[in-house]
């Protein structure tokens, strides 16, 4: 934008002549505005803290505390021996979009793998493709809070404007056509969806889902649905907004390896959609991305091949911690919505916190016991007053957190 | 089998010393529900003991432990479990079972030296007028057990907070 006005009325500066563009220690790199805009990450000096002590037990952790299943590793090992270490086509393998087609069909979504379904580095990448792809500047997209961190941030960076959207936790942190219609969501362009959600670990029944899903079509919403935690649920069926009727032309669905199968390291996800809808969001990624890392597409479709069995382990395994947290807290006197799916419990913490105030609590907690946990406005202001609970962690961790949490409360 | 009752299982091979209130905070049953069920496991034989996983290597203790293919031949006095039960018989049996392929029997024994392993097959199973061949395999290292790994090197090197 050599010599162009800026958005704020400043011009292009120079190392020599200070403006706006210039930083006031003299740096040329001055955020943009769009970055400038966003506030810097509300979990940062939790990980400092904890990550500077060794007595720490931390339930603050976003993904499983498991290692990849053996079939997924060996096949990015095998990729490697073999020599698959080029680009694939832009969308991902054919085989693995294949497989991907099959493997949703338990949701009850069907895609055809040749044009509706993109793989992608992480679902977070889907998730910016999407917003880069259908948020215009000045566009409203519509956030139920408490949700995970990443959504207010890219539609900033995509140059839309976030418009908040109150969950309960007397709703179970269930989304309600009441908080879409207070918040104004009727006037808003996009409704991003988080369900089975981080941080609370909230699922929709089927009923709640309808209800969105007509209010969506009522007020014609393009709806990003972020069904990264699909596969663990524990109550019930997942339920997708994307296979009510009318709802499938108007939604990308979004999902990944990450949190099933244990592999956020090897970063890798998808998005499904409309073929209009896989097109332009495969525009930006082959002009960013080009291609999803080959060796984890490879580890991808060996996931989905043979790794059901450990999915279904893994998946029993954080229903008993589940099951231990959710009683122990409620034990303690924190109230806590039952959380049907994900790996977080978001119990109140406001009536034990001084001044009510989730975040003093978690500093509190981690400063005298060494527990650390993530205070509830880190996920937007939904979040005041609880924490959330990650049980990412193995079962005697659990024991020794909640004992400690138990004497802090005493 | 109800999906309670899984989870108690579950629970328990994870960690056996479990104490019922843990045990019903896992599984949703309360205490009362959970002793009668682990009451009926034990009573119908599907839950047949607690025991202690443990690395003797770690102790001062001389501990060998080996694995022994036995072969039998049948005839119409003598079935498998006829001779199952007379090698069960042995304190230095930890574990016997009948395999598919080339050897009949998989005999765990453990004992406090060689000699005591070698007398166990020497006199306790080759004696035995079904079985026709033995070989025993001693084991040099214990890497994993029931579940449990014995070696270190499990940290976990995820960041400590992550959104």
């Not at chain 1, 019930?236 to 709802?247: C, I, L, Q």
């Not at chain 1, 060494?370 to 961790?397: L, W």
């Not at chain 2, 328990?12 to 959970?34: F, I, K, M, N, Y």
Request: proline share 5%; aromatic share 6%; charged share 30%.
């Amino acid at each position: 934008m050599s010599g162009d006005e800026r958005p704020d009325g400043g011009t292009e500066g120079t190392t020599d002549a200070p403006s706006d563009g210039v930083r006031t220690d003299g740096s040329r790199f001055a955020p943009a505005d769009r970055v400038a805009s966003v506030a810097p990450s509300g979990i940062r000096e939790f990980f400092e803290v904890a990550e500077s002590r060794d007595d720490v037990i931390s339930l603050g952790v976003g993904e499983p505390d498991f290692t990849a299943p053996w079939p997924a590793r060996s096949a990015a090992v095998d990729s490697l021996e073999r020599g698959r270490t080029s680009y694939t086509a832009n969308r991902g393998t054919e085989e693995l979009r294949r497989a991907i087609a099959g493997r949703v069909t338990r949701y009850g979504q069907s895609y055809d793998p040749d044009e509706e379904i993109l793989v992608t580095t992480g679902a977070s990448e889907a998730v910016d493709l999407a917003f880069r792809a259908f948020v215009n500047p000045g566009d409203t997209v519509a956030l139920p809070t408490p949700t995970y961190v990443s959504y207010e941030p890219g539609v900033r960076f995509a140059g839309g404007e976030p418009l908040p959207v109150r969950t309960r936790h007397e709703d179970d942190w269930a989304l309600t056509t009441d908080a879409l219609s207070e918040a104004g969501v009727d006037e808003a362009d996009v409704l991003v969806l988080c369900y089975p959600n981080n941080p609370t670990g909230a699922t929709m029944d089927a009923d709640e889902m309808d209800a969105v899903a007509a209010f969506c079509r009522e007020h014609d919403l393009l709806v990003i649905a972020d069904e990264i935690y699909a596969a663990l649920t524990y109550d019930g069926d997942h339920e997708s907004v994307a296979t009510r009727p009318g709802m499938r032309e108007r939604t990308v669905v979004i999902n990944g390896f990450s949190k099933a199968y244990a592999m956020t390291g090897l970063r890798l996800g998808y998005a499904m959609g409309p073929p209009e809808a896989v097109a332009a969001m495969t525009k930006v990624h082959q002009y960013t991305m080009l291609s999803a890392p080959t060796t984890a597409q490879h580890a991808a479709l060996a996931a989905l091949d043979r790794c059901d069995e450990d999915v279904e382990r893994m998946r029993r395994e954080y229903d008993r911690r589940r099951r231990y947290v959710v009683a122990r807290l409620s034990e303690l006197g924190l109230a806590v919505a039952e959380p049907g799916g994900a790996f977080y419990a978001f119990p109140r913490v406001a009536d034990v916190a001084p001044d009510g105030d989730a975040r003093a609590f978690a500093t509190e907690l981690l400063e005298a016991e060494g527990v650390a946990a993530v205070p509830g406005t880190a996920f937007g202001e939904g979040g005041r007053g609880h924490i959330r609970i990650s049980y990412a962690t193995g079962m005697d961790d659990l024991k020794e957190a909640m004992a400690r949490l138990e004497r802090f409360l005493s | 089998m109800d999906e309670a009752t899984r989870t108690l299982i579950d629970a328990l091979v994870a960690d056996a010393r479990e104490s019922t209130a843990d045990l019903a905070r896992q599984t949703g049953l309360d205490e009362a529900a959970v002793a009668e069920a682990l009451a009926e496991l034990e009573e119908s034989g599907a839950l047949r003991g607690y025991t202690a996983i443990v690395d003797w290597d770690e102790l001062d203790e001389e501990h060998i432990s080996a694995v022994v293919e036995v072969n039998v031949e049948l005839d119409r006095e003598t079935d498998y479990d006829d001779v199952a039960r007379r090698i069960a018989e042995s304190p230095a049996v930890d574990s016997l079972r009948l395999m598919s392929g080339d050897y009949d029997f998989a005999v765990h024994v453990s004992g406090s030296s060689m000699g005591d392993v070698s007398r166990f097959v020497s006199e306790e199973v080759a004696p035995l007028p079904a079985v026709t061949k033995t070989v025993t395999h001693y084991v040099m290292e214990t890497y994993k057990e029931r579940g449990m790994r014995f070696t270190d090197g499990d940290d976990d090197d995820r960041l400590s907070v992550t959104p």
